[in-house]
């Protein structure tokens, strides 16, 4: 990854009379714009997404969504639903867009099938972490955990702010629990800081019980990837990603044989892995002087 560097302009955007997003722009003023999408959704953009990025290339613009980072008001859920973060919305988007879109980096596939949610909120990741997967159901009582997701639902906009809480870390806390191969106990601590979970589990879970406002599997259908097959796409995806299991990439694959897939043979899902921020960083270098 690049070098750290500091934005020389940010600012607020107002996009609806409720929310206000936080932007940033960095790196070459008159250089190759592109888009940084950050996951969760409501996870928030960090200073070190910038260095995936030559600066001297690219002109790197990095927002938060409605509700997370520094956007107002925060974990709002209200006029909150223009689709997920990550490599869905960048997917939806292209779909939605395809003359706005000059090429797509992709990490970690997730397109919101309901198979996808069930695996790691329901029945699946909860195999391989059996010691975080009892904290994560701990908030919620055991007859309602045939739908962990509603059930955290009810919890996560509960009028208590305690039971709110609470559960707004335990979700965290299994989704930073699992992100990583080798598992960071700084990243784990992130789920205990107020804001930040609150606004991430809230978001996350307000996302994922409306599937997304979108069809179950429609960035999949050949109508849709259709629309982007022209566009140069490279996937770099983590073997033993549990939030975003590759089987969501290999499927991509499929129907879209023309983007070039890799597999990290020993990452999970975090962008911060050296295997898979190694192969971001080659893929925004191939395309830096795209025009």
Request: aromatic content about 10%; glycine content about 6%.
């Amino acid at each position: 990854m690049y070098p750290p560097i500091q934005p020389y302009e940010t600012g607020s955007l107002e996009v609806s009379d409720i929310h206000t997003l936080y932007y940033e722009i960095n790196g070459n003023k008159d250089g190759t714009p592109v888009i940084f999408i950050h996951g969760g959704p409501g996870g928030g953009v960090d200073a070190a997404d910038r260095c995936f990025f030559n600066p001297h290339k690219y002109k790197i613009i990095l927002f938060d969504q409605r509700g997370a980072g520094k956007s107002s008001p925060s974990a709002c859920l209200e006029e909150n639903t223009t689709w997920d973060l990550g490599s869905t919305l960048s997917l939806a988007y292209a779909e939605s867009h395809p003359d706005r879109v000059k090429s797509l980096v992709l990490r970690g596939i997730f397109t919101l099938r309901r198979s996808e949610l069930r695996f790691f909120y329901q029945d699946g990741a909860s195999h391989l972490f059996p010691e975080a997967w009892d904290e994560f159901i701990a908030p919620i009582p055991e007859a309602e955990r045939h739908d962990l997701m509603l059930a955290y639902h009810a919890q996560l906009n509960s009028a208590d702010d305690e039971t709110r809480l609470r559960a707004a870390k335990a979700w965290s806390k299994w989704e930073m629990s699992t992100s990583r191969l080798f598992v960071d106990p700084a990243h784990v601590a992130h789920a205990e800081e107020d804001k930040f979970a609150n606004a991430f589990a809230r978001i996350e879970n307000h996302y994922f019980v409306n599937e997304g406002f979108m069809r179950d599997g429609q960035l999949l259908e050949s109508q849709e990837i259709d629309k982007i097959r022209h566009i140069p796409t490279v996937v770099v995806q983590g073997r033993y990603d549990v939030v975003c299991p590759a089987t969501t990439a290999w499927s991509l694959k499929k129907v879209f044989p023309e983007l070039t897939l890799s597999i990290v043979p020993d990452a999970g899902h975090s962008s911060r892995e050296p295997g898979i921020a190694k192969l971001l960083v080659e893929a925004t270098n191939k395309f830096a002087d795209l025009q």
